[in-house]
């Protein structure tokens, strides 16, 4: 009998999961606690921007012409006990209020809620990223709590979602990777990834302590070397070095390769942030707080950026910000994304607001939530509108749109043609070549 599927938490992650494992051909069940979640979803929209996500919902959801109607949601914990074979844990896992550990409240809430209704063979698999131990902990609740006891196993499989490619991350994933206690549980993860399994996706078999040790250390490494450009690019501008040519030239070296190597103002979102600051937590608390004191400075050197950008940004318009305009493209903390949660973009924009400059914001995909997070900062339609009046330009997201701006067309409508290139991603000869005095971070300023 074929399995079915249940996902616990229908956010970004969850939400793609569920719809994933309908276009594998499974029977899916999600579930969340807020009800107008659940009825947005149940028409096949989406509660956030992710690319071809609505479509693959549209595809699966019951009730649509042509769909399958593999994929369905709720909000009875009940409803998903009875239905599930496996039972797909994807709640959000953030940062404590005025700490750097995890908050597991969302975790522990949804084992807890479910754990009393499993009265038959199940395998619950955990998806949220979480502080190393607490997949052996969460197994033991789980056999405690549950009316089936043994027959209840517990796995840990971390997501490496990128936002912009959450689909094909989870439908041709490059790696994945399941903590386990048994070969049971091996077994009935192995049926619910032969596709991509099938495809060559490696699958990778570790302990829970493994497992969990993999995402945080993955972001890590990630973050390490986002910072590490970014230090260069300090040491760049104090040298009149060009951080994008020595980018290029270690990038060839296979040991360390291209990628993550462009200097700009850091990295934000609702991952790699939190996820270090847990991570050193967490070693703490094991008494290995020594062995991830270089994450500090990785974190300081990310924060440090974006203050960085607003000192340029002081020292262009003359050394203050009143009374002058300043248009910022870009709000979200990458392109092809709605996400605004710790955006380096956003927060730049927002200590300029507060030094006093008027800032006109634009952003292709996350004006709604940037207004949320920032009422009284200014947005504007389209980037012409944003920069009309601008004393200086700030690029500090990458989306392809700003890539493609015409120079001379947004130098026609600012008060002063000056650029300051957040993001390294603007082609400087174009610019300078409409009169523009531009600047991008860890660059020769000519």
């Not at 399995?3 to 719809?19: D, E, N």
């Not at 914990?77 to 496996?86: K, L, N, S």
């Not at 522990?108 to 979480?130: E, H, I, M, N």
């Amino acid at each position: 009998m074929a399995l079915k599927i249940t996902v616990i938490g229908t956010g970004y992650l969850g939400a793609t999961h569920a719809a994933a494992m309908a276009e594998l051909g499974f029977e899916v069940l999600g579930l969340d606690i807020d009800p107008a979640k659940i009825e947005k979803l149940g028409r096949a929209e989406v509660p956030m921007y992710e690319p071809g996500l609505e479509e693959l919902l549209r595809k699966h959801v019951a009730g649509f012409e042509g769909s399958t109607g593999r994929l369905r949601f709720t909000t009875s914990m009940e409803e998903v006990a009875e239905f599930g074979d496996v039972h797909f844990i994807c709640v959000n896992t953030p940062q404590k209020h005025g700490e750097y550990a995890c908050d597991m409240s969302y975790v522990d809430g949804a084992v807890a809620a479910l754990a009393p209704l499993l009265r038959r063979p199940a395998l619950v698999v955990g998806k949220s990223t979480v502080p190393v131990g607490s997949a052996a902990r969460l197994a033991e609740q789980l056999r405690r709590l549950a009316p089936a006891g043994e027959e209840v196993e517990l796995a840990w499989n971390p997501e490496f979602l990128r936002e912009g490619f959450a689909v094909k991350d989870t439908l041709h994933p490059d790696r994945i990777v399941v903590g386990v206690a048994g070969e049971r549980a091996e077994k009935v993860l192995r049926e619910v990834y032969a596709t991509p399994i099938g495809e060559g996706s490696p699958f990778v078999v570790t302990d829970y302590p493994t497992a969990e040790l993999v995402k945080t250390a993955a972001n890590s490494f990630l973050a390490t070397k986002i910072s590490f450009i970014n230090a260069m690019a300090e040491v760049c501008e104090a040298a009149d070095g060009d951080v994008a040519k020595l980018a290029e030239a270690i990038g060839h070296d296979e040991r360390i390769g291209k990628k993550f190597l462009r200097a700009g103002i850091g990295f934000g979102g609702g991952c790699l942030p939190k996820d270090i600051r847990a991570f050193m937590a967490r070693a703490g608390e094991l008494g290995a707080d020594q062995a991830l004191t270089f994450l500090r400075e990785v974190d300081s050197i990310n924060m440090r950026r974006r203050g960085h950008m607003v000192e340029l940004a002081r020292e262009s318009v003359g050394g203050g910000f009143l009374g002058r305009r300043v248009a910022v493209l870009g709000a979200t903390f990458k392109p092809d994304s709605d996400d605004v949660r710790d955006s380096p973009a956003l927060n730049v924009a927002g200590q300029i607001h507060l030094q006093g400059g008027q800032v006109t914001v634009y952003d292709p995909k996350g004006m709604a939530n940037a207004r949320e997070v920032f009422p009284t900062l200014a947005y504007a339609a389209t980037a012409l509108d944003a920069c009309r009046g601008a004393h200086v330009v700030l690029h500090l997201t990458e989306w392809a749109e700003f890539r493609a701006l015409d120079p001379a067309a947004l130098g026609a409508v600012v008060a002063e043609r000056r650029i300051l290139d957040g993001r390294n991603a603007l082609d400087a000869a174009a610019w300078r070549g409409a009169g523009w005095s531009f600047r991008a971070m860890g660059r020769p300023r000519a």
